[in-house]
Structures are given as structure tokens and as C-alpha cells.
């Protein structure tokens, strides 16, 4: 992945801010591309005042209203983040109150897969054009990967032949968030889906283990745009049309992975309290917080919830001596 230049009157120091992050072990990267749309506005307006102003912050912040609140949240919290910076070399740099970054945000509804919807947009890319290309395996492998793991979209891409065990049934994620490396459990019918793409792969790209797993049509490694720019036209051809105004995404299908791993807890009456830790570990998250924002009530989740808790009252009525009496 490629780092932003910055090229504002402040890129200097902007450079220096991401060298200072990226010194304590994680790559920044994201972060550096959200403040790179800070170095894009500076640069656009010409600034070049001897310090950042609350002034300039809000213009910028104006120009993000187009934007979901938890998007301009995230870029205002690396924005102040910088500014901080700043403020310790220049004491007159305005710093964002931090309450700003803790807008309320609106209510996300993630569009939530079934299984017969994900499989049927497998076929669909699997008919991927041009003919005879791995194009269309490609893309239905990476579409199903991600629906049975709950992968993000780099980590599965980032995969390499050597991060695939077959024998454990598990692969190995070398680039997680924040640069942690996890391994991920995989069930044999997606261990299964994984070698019928590995052999056909391989017998138009032969590799080494170092190589990519998931390719594009020349044998490079298959990039983030190639796996999202087909995916919505896919969802046109299946009939799953924008729900509230949005389009389901490719982040959805981690969402999907989330809440099917809990409906099945349910219906195999785990202790799902207990298990979110393991769920949270599984899927990358620093601490449950982050994973429960993938949690959503579907209909089929909360009806299995309404049924354990039916269950319990009863059960609890009776250990007590509970009585049909009035």
C-alpha cells in the first residue's frame, strides 16, 4: 500500500507526525490517509499561516458534512490528533475539543447476507466475463471467504500460499489491523472452496509460497478496487437493491459473518456471553467493544434470543416452586 505524500504548507510536519506514529509499531496507514484529506484542503485553500486555527479546522469540517458522522468523526479525531502534536512546538495551534470527536452518531443497518444471497452472488461471479479467465473464480472465492471468516477485505487479500493450512484446517493473517498477526479457523467445506481455486490458480499462474493467493487476470496480487468495483453490479444482478438509500457493501459480508456465528450459537444453546471474547479474538478486535458493533438485531437473532429467554423463565419458575395460582 502505497503512503500519502503530504504537499500542504504543513506536509513537513505532517511527515514527521506519521514517523513518530509509525515508530511504535503500527503502520499508520489509515490514519495517514484520513490526514492526507486535511494536506488536500490545506493545499486547495493556499494556507499557509504559521499555525492551524480554529477557523481553518471548521472550514475543513464543513467540507466533510457530505460524509457520515462516524466518517467525520474519525477524520476530526486524527486531525486533532495532529494538531496536538503541533500545539507542543507552537502553542498557538488550535486543538479541537475532544468532546467534538464524540458526535452521536446515526443509526448504521449494515445490509445482513443470507446464506442462499451469498451463494447466489458467488454464481453470478463466477459468470464474470471474460471467459476463460480466473477472473470470475477469483472473485467468488474472495466473496465466499469472506462471508464464512468475517476477513476485512485486505487481510483476505493479503493472503499468500504459504498462509494456507490446509492439514489444521487455518490460515494465517500476517496483516491485521494494527499489524497483528492472528490465526483464523476455516470449516472444511471453505478449506475445500480454497483448493479448487488454489489448483485452477495454479495451473495458469504456477507460484511459490510467497506468492499471492488471490490474483487478478495477469497473476498480480488481486487488488481492493478489483474485488469492490464488480460487487455492486453483482448485487444488481441478484436483486438486492439499496436498503434506507444504501448499498450493501463488501464490509457487510463481515457484518453477515458476525451475526450468523451468533445465530447458530443461540440455536446450539452456547453460552454466548462467554464465547464473545473467542468471537472478538476470531475476527481481530482489541476487545469485545469493537466487535459488538457488528452485532445487529436480525429478526431470525432475535427470535432465537426470545426463545432461550422463555426457556430460562420457565425453567427458573419451576426450580422455585412456581405455581399457575394467582
Same mark, same amino acid.
Request: proline share 5%.
Given at each position: ?193 480454497? /483448493? =479448487? ?5 495454479? *495451473? %495458469?499462474?504456477? $507460484? !511459490? ?7 487478478? #487476470? &495477469?497473476?498480480?496480487?488481486?487488488? /481492493? =478496487? ?5 460487487? *455492486? %453490479?453483482?448485487? $444488481? !444482478? ?7 438509500? #444504501? &448499498? ?12 450468523? *456465528? ?65
Amino acid at each position: 500500500m502505497r503512503y500519502p505524500v503530504f504537499k500542504s504548507h504543513f506536509g513537513q510536519e505532517m511527515t514527521a507526525f506519521c514517523a513518530l506514529h509509525r515508530l511504535s509499531g503500527t503502520d499508520y496507514l489509515s490514519q495517514a490517509r484520513l490526514l492526507s484529506k486535511f494536506d488536500d484542503f490545506l493545499d486547495g485553500i493556499d494556507y499557509s499561516g504559521s499555525s492551524l486555527t480554529r477557523q481553518v479546522i471548521d472550514r475543513f469540517m464543513q467540507k466533510q458534512s457530505h460524509l457520515a458522522p462516524r466518517s467525520r468523526a474519525n477524520r476530526l479525531c486524527v486531525v486533532r490528533q495532529f494538531c496536538v502534536y503541533l500545539n507542543r512546538q507552537e502553542p498557538t495551534c488550535y486543538v479541537p475539543e475532544r468532546s467534538r470527536t464524540l458526535q452521536s452518531y446515526a443509526v448504521f443497518h449494515p445490509y445482513i447476507f443470507s446464506t442462499g444471497q451469498v451463494l447466489n452472488l458467488m454464481a453470478q461471479a463466477m459468470a464474470l466475463p471474460p471467459a476463460g479467465s480466473l477472473r470470475g473464480f477469483t472473485l467468488k472465492t474472495v466473496y465466499g471467504l469472506l462471508f464464512t471468516t468475517g476477513l476485512r477485505i485486505n487481510e483476505a487479500l493479503s493472503l499468500n500460499l504459504e498462509d494456507i493450512h490446509f492439514n489444521g484446517l487455518r490460515l494465517f493473517i500476517r496483516r491485521g489491523k494494527f499489524r497483528k498477526e492472528r490465526w483464523v479457523t476455516i470449516t472444511p467445506s471453505t478449506a475445500k472452496a480454497i /483448493q =479448487a481455486y488454489l489448483n485452477c490458480r495454479l *495451473r %495458469k499462474f504456477p $507460484a !511459490s509460497h510467497a506468492d499471492p493467493l488471490f490474483v487478478n #487476470r &495477469h497473476g498480480k496480487r488481486l487488488s /481492493q =478496487a478489483s474485488a469492490r468495483k464488480p460487487f *455492486r %453490479k453483482l448485487l $444488481a !444482478s441478484c436483486g438486492m437493491t439499496p436498503q434506507s438509500g #444504501r &448499498h450493501p457493501r463488501l464490509q457487510d459480508l463481515r457484518h453477515s459473518f458476525a451475526v450468523e *456465528r451468533l445465530l447458530r450459537w443461540y440455536r446450539e444453546r452456547e453460552d454466548v456471553n462467554s464465547l464473545l471474547p473467542a468471537l472478538a479474538t476470531y475476527m481481530g478486535h482489541v476487545n469485545i467493544a469493537s466487535t459488538q458493533i457488528y452485532i445487529h438485531a436480525t429478526p431470525e437473532l432475535m427470535h432465537e434470543v426470545y426463545r432461550r429467554s422463555l426457556a430460562y423463565v420457565a425453567t427458573h419458575i419451576h426450580m422455585q416452586g412456581g405455581t399457575d395460582d394467582c
